[in-house]
């Protein structure tokens, strides 16, 4: 779980009244999708491509008992529209799915994040930041984001808010026009 989702839930920034309808995206086994649907947020989707993680995310569900409030959907963010989500999203939720990509990969998870938010949405998004050339050995090869590359992929569309994280991490509140 994430410590910044949960801090702006319960601080009151990210509220279901205000925000219902909410979209993890590479939700993996579910902790964020099933701690929104258990904090009132809903209908809640999860989506990631591994149907080991989500059939470890509906065990969650159902341990919670917010199966109700959540759907876990089996799909690669980076194939265009996907089949059972609807059209906009009232908060978005993305640990590390664009993080994963690269390339036309990352254009079209960030394409995915557009096409989904809807104005005056919500999106938390987290990623490794860093520039490789100034990195060594195998650090190199981890994904992540460049410096200013967020601002590229979401600033055309998005206000946003930079919040507290670790070093080489960026975790951004990003606020759709």
Known sequence: MRPQ???LVETGRLTPAELPHALDLGC???AEAVYLAGKGFGPVAGVDFSPVALRRARARARAAG???RC???RADLTAGPIPGLADAYDLICDF???NDTEGEQRTAVAQA???LSRPGGKVLLWCFQGDKSQLSGGAKMAPMIAPGEEKELFGDAFDLEYLPTRPRTVMLLMTRR
Do not use: S
């Open 96 to 98: 590390g799915a664009l």
């Open 71 to 73: 759907t876990f959907i």
């Open 113 to 115: 994040i557009h096409r």
């Open 5 to 7: 989702l949960t801090e």
């Open 28 to 30: 993996g086994t579910g």
């Open 66 to 68: 917010v199966t109700d």
